[in-house]
């Protein structure tokens, strides 16, 4: 029989606006921020409105055609895309309302950070989100969502109100605390499976100028940094954010010389109380660890946002894993030095932060999200440019994260799951939370059409 490819079939009939393969910006709109996924979709569906997003849908169960949803399309596995498939491509769903006098903002499902920072904080507010402005909004929220005021107010997850989510059946619904509060519930943390969220409306806080400080140390003095960091870190404030890492330093001025391009270990606190305050609390923290420099600022909320932008671009390779450790013992931080001196590239790191605060005080019943009670998260992240290479930069972070795993929970945060062994995701929510994401999976999607994901199957019937 002769195989006649999907999008040569004049029976499909498809919106003139849908790209495909060979059509002016399918190869822009095809493409993910992880230069690793290489991948040619049979469609792509910009999507503008639910509507919209209903008819992909309903073409895809009339073709039986598996589909992809991309938002922000940083997803680190590159499940926003899929040789063969349809994708179903959020990107023009970028539209921010704010109430400031509520405090609430509404966020269409295709969103990257930068595009809700730049409508909330000229009202001096702020949905805690991410690090890096240009993530998706989708994929973070749906994953939970670490930032820097992660400690202070909570995951972003912690902060969707309420979705406009079109289901499987292309049906368009809203979800809120008082109707299909279980999807609600399953957004929280659960991924991008239960539908497609168009708009998300998320509880702003307050933000104003933020006390920053980070410094340099040497490879040689990491782990006494870190075992005076492990003294520091549980008596922060939850005003008080701080992160780690280690990584090839850069030639910026306030780094000695000796430090230039060679792995280092990176000690960053950020403030987010009266700034007045702020020296004096990251002060304590530097104190006591004996950096060999420091840079010290007070710069706008929406500065620090976009800070760690221009570090993880857009088509390079990648690959990451996480795993979130008991505690930061000596033999932990030997692991992750380590790991450190193993770095096969000068563009990779291997981070972490101490968490709690506002996270662990959210109740569990509140999401789905998992591993709220985790004191620390180190992630491995490699970035190279090279294919030849990727050999080696895909076994860092794999070796780096497995020696660290004795000393961990065995969780792991869904959003850096990363070509994981079967079974992953059961082990990252857990068995009882597990069970009823299925039993929603099962209400909303039961033919497990949203699948293409770190993906939490139906009840079985
Ligand atoms: C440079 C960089 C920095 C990062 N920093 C942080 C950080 O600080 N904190 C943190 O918590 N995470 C961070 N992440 C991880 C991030 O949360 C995930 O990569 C997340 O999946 C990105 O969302 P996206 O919409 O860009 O992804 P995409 O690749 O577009 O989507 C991933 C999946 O999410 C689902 N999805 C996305 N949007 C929707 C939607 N509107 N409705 C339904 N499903 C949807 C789909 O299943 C999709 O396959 C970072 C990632 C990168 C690449």
């Known amino acids: 029989m002769t195989h006649v ?6 029976d499909l009939q498809v919106p003139g606006r849908w790209l495909r393969p060979g059509a002016p910006g399918y190869d822009t709109a095809r493409r993910i921020w992880n230069g690793m996924h290489d991948r040619r979709p049979a469609f792509i569906a910009p999507c503008s409105s639910p509507e919209e997003v209903s008819e992909a849908l309903r073409y895809a169960a009339r073709t039986g055609l598996e589909i992809t949803v991309r938002g922000g399309g940083h997803n680190v596995a590159g499940t926003a895309v899929a040789d063969g498939t349809l994708m179903i491509d959020l990107s023009p769903l970028r539209t921010v309302t704010v109430d400031h006098a509520a405090r609430v903002a509404q966020a269409g499902g295709g969103c990257l950070l930068a595009d809700l920072d730049a409508a909330t904080t000229p009202h001096d507010l702020a949905c805690p989100a991410g690090v890096v ?8 929220t749906l994953g939970g969502g670490y930032g820097w005021l992660a400690r202070k107010w909570g995951l972003t997850c ?3 109100l309420a979705a406009e989510v079109v289901l499987a059946d292309g049906s368009v619904v809203e979800a809120t605390e008082d109707d299909h509060a279980d999807l609600l519930w ?7 499976n239960f539908g497609i969220v168009t708009r998300f409306t998320l509880r702003l806080r307050p933000v104003g100028p933020v006390h920053y400080h980070t410094g340099v140390y040497p490879l040689a003095a990491a782990q ?5 960091y492990r003294d520091f870190a549980p008596s922060q404030p939850d005003d008080l954010h701080t992160v780690g890492a280690l990584k090839h330093a850069g030639t910026a001025d306030w780094i000695p010389a000796e430090l230039h391009g060679r792995p280092a270990l990176f000690l960053t606190a950020a403030w987010f109380g009266d700034p007045d305050d702020g020296p004096a609390h990251t002060a304590r923290l530097f104190d006591t660890t004996g950096p060999a420099a420091t840079l010290v600022r007070r710069m ?4 620090l946002q976009s800070l760690g932008d221009h570090g993880e671009p857009a088509g390079h390779r990648y690959f990451t894993k996480s795993c979130y450790p008991t505690d930061l013992t000596p033999e932990t931080a030997a692991a992750f030095i380590a790991a450190a001196q193993e770095i096969p590239s000068a563009l990779s790191s291997i981070d972490f932060e101490y968490l709690r605060g506002a996270i662990e005080h959210v109740p569990e019943e509140d999401s789905a999200f998992p591993s709220r009670g985790a004191p620390y998260i ?9 294919p030849q290479q990727d050999t080696p930069n895909i076994a860092w972070p794999r070796r780096s994260i497995e020696r660290l795993a ?8 869904v959003n850096y799951l990363h070509d994981e062994a079967p079974g992953r995701v059961l082990e990252v929510y857990g068995t009882h939370r597990h069970a009823r994401l299925a039993a929603v999976k099962k209400a909303y999607d039961p033919a497990n059409t949203f699948r293409r994901n770190q993906n939490i199957p139906p009840t079985p019937s």
């Open 300 to 303: 706008p909320y929406a500065e």
């Open 406 to 413: 004795p000393m961990c929970t065995g969780g792991a945060y």
């Open 133 to 140: 402005s240009h993530t998706g909004l989708g994929g973070l």
């Open 378 to 386: 180190f992630t491995a992240s490699s970035q190279w440019t090279d």
């Open 224 to 228: 006494d940094a870190l075992a005076a």
């Open 186 to 192: 399953a957004l929280r943390g659960g991924g991008g």
């Open 158 to 160: 912690d902060h969707l």
């Open 5 to 10: 490819p999907l999008h040569d079939r004049p």
